[in-house]
């Protein structure tokens, strides 16, 4: 797990300690566990193959890169980033403990200030963090290019899961 500091301006840090502060609840839904279910619902939505190289914006406890990770097997790679150290220590035991660190890598890194490669992933998962970005559009134009994409040539198809407000993923077919 990459733990290098960040610089976060007040709403961000103020986002990260609530986040940090739940970090021992956030797995547990009162219904079940409806984060769970949603990553289980967005994973299996992006239809994932062995190899997939893929990243997951706003990972939290890394839900949806567990999942992730056992779709694209030991040939692929995923990437989780979030602003809260407390989510990713826990993503980073739960990894662990599922013996996928082979495959998935944390890092403490702000998603709206990532810099990657044009066309370095296959699929991009943000599940529930959207709202909460600063400048959305420019973040999904910024983003567009991580799965290959020249925004001014071509919009990519965005797939939502109409019963779940802010659950992403762009993938380039």
């Known amino acids: ?3 290098n500091k960040i610089k976060l301006d007040k ?3 103020e986002i990260a300690a609530a986040y940090d502060r ?3 609840t956030y797995d547990r839904g009162k219904a079940g566990n409806w984060h769970y279910n949603l990553a289980c619902r967005l994973v299996e939505c992006a239809d994932l193959q062995r190899g997939n190289t893929v990243l997951d914006l706003a990972t939290g406890t890394g839900m949806v890169a567990i999942e992730a990770a056992q779709k694209v097997g030991d040939s692929g790679q995923v990437i989780g980033i979030d602003i809260a150290s407390g989510l990713l220590q826990v993503a980073q ?3 662990n403990k599922a013996k996928l660190d082979h495959n998935i890598k944390l890092q403490l890194a702000d998603v709206e200030a990532l810099s990657f490669d044009e066309g370095s992933f296959d699929c991009i998962f943000c599940c529930s963090a959207l709202p909460l970005f600063k400048n959305c559009y420019s973040c999904l134009d910024h983003f567009f290019t ?3 994409f020249q925004t001014n040539n071509y919009r990519p198809r965005i797939q939502a899961d109409s019963q779940f407000f802010g659950r992403y993923y762009w993938r380039w077919d």
Do not use: A, N
């Open 93 to 95: 035991q739960k990894i």
């Open 1 to 3: 797990m990459v733990m």
């Open 146 to 148: 991580y799965v290959g």
């Open 11 to 13: 709403f961000k840090r």
């Open 22 to 24: 739940r970090q021992s």
